[in-house]
């Protein structure tokens, strides 16, 4: 079955940097594109970052944009997603999705930007 597991998630300061991965298991990862979103407290869920299935095209939302970098590991059936000059609204649970006839998501992972 679909899984998805992200990790990396933490407590930063303003301006600081975090990692998250995301392992996939369960289907053909290298021909289906991923996608990072995330929650904030009382909002919706917000698409963060879109790659394409063999990593040769992204998008950002604009909040984003310059800041976040997605990337993709067929071979090791993974996505990424680097966070620089974080800011206190980019808290929230960061998810990684797929879809497969339907959306797929993982746990989530926390991160917290605060001084």
């Known amino acids: 079955q679909v899984q998805l597991v992200e990790s990396g998630g933490g407590l930063v300061q303003p301006g600081g940097s975090l990692g998250l991965s995301c392992a996939a298991s369960?289907?053909?990862?290298?021909?289906?594109?991923m996608r990072w979103y995330r929650q904030a407290p009382g909002k919706g869920r917000e698409l963060v970052a879109s790659?394409?299935?063999?990593?040769?095209?992204?998008n950002y939302a604009g909040s984003v944009k310059g800041r976040f970098t997605i990337s993709k590991n067929n071979a090791k059936n993974s996505v990424y997603l680097q966070m620089n000059s974080l800011k206190p609204e980019d808290t929230a649970v960061y998810y990684c999705?797929?879809?497969?006839?339907?959306?797929?998501w993982g746990q989530g992972t926390q991160v917290t930007v605060s001084s």
């Open positions: 999705n797929v879809v497969i006839g339907r959306d797929y």
């Open positions: 790659i394409r299935s063999d990593g040769s095209s992204t």
């Open positions: 369960g289907f053909i990862f290298s021909i289906y594109p």
